[in-house]
């Protein structure tokens, strides 16, 4: 139904930006939130950020607020995250994903996500 694919990881020092995209096939996508996990080598898949379909509302983890923004083109079914004043602890691999509900208490929690991209590399040095 929702096919999902990242790029635009790499690697950046420390302070630097990236911008990743999330370029999704199916004719229903402006219908589902969309969410940004990241998962870091022996640690669990974490939320970063989501927007929602009808009014694109955005939320964010705590740790990346005022660093990253999420924004979305519906009309070219693609999804950002725009990550500014990059941390060594942003480094893993990010994920997005498409959430069919409209309550954005949801939004926050993996297992509510019914569609995931195969992940992007970010690494940070220091």
């Known amino acids: 139904q929702v096919q999902l694919v990242e790029s635009g990881g790499g690697l950046v020092q420390a302070g630097g930006s990236l911008r990743l995209s999330c370029a999704a096939s199916?004719?229903?996508?402006?219908?589902?939130?969309m969410g940004w996990f990241r998962q870091a080598p022996g640690k669990e898949r974490e939320f970063v950020a989501a927007?929602?379909?009808?009014?694109?509302?955005?939320y964010y983890a705590e740790s990346v607020k005022g660093r990253f923004t999420i924004s979305r083109d519906n009309s070219k079914n693609t999804v950002y995250l725009q990550m500014n004043s990059l941390k060594p602890e942003d480094t893993a691999v990010y994920y997005c994903?498409?959430?069919?509900?409209?309550?954005?208490?949801?939004?926050?929690?993996?297992?509510?996500?019914?569609?995931w991209g195969q992940g992007t590399q970010v690494t940070v040095s220091s």
């Open positions: 927007i929602s379909w009808r009014d694109s509302s955005t």
């Open positions: 994903a498409a959430n069919p509900s409209s309550y954005s208490r949801s939004y926050y929690y993996k297992q509510e996500y019914d569609h």
């Open positions: 199916g004719r229903t996508f402006s219908r589902y939130a």
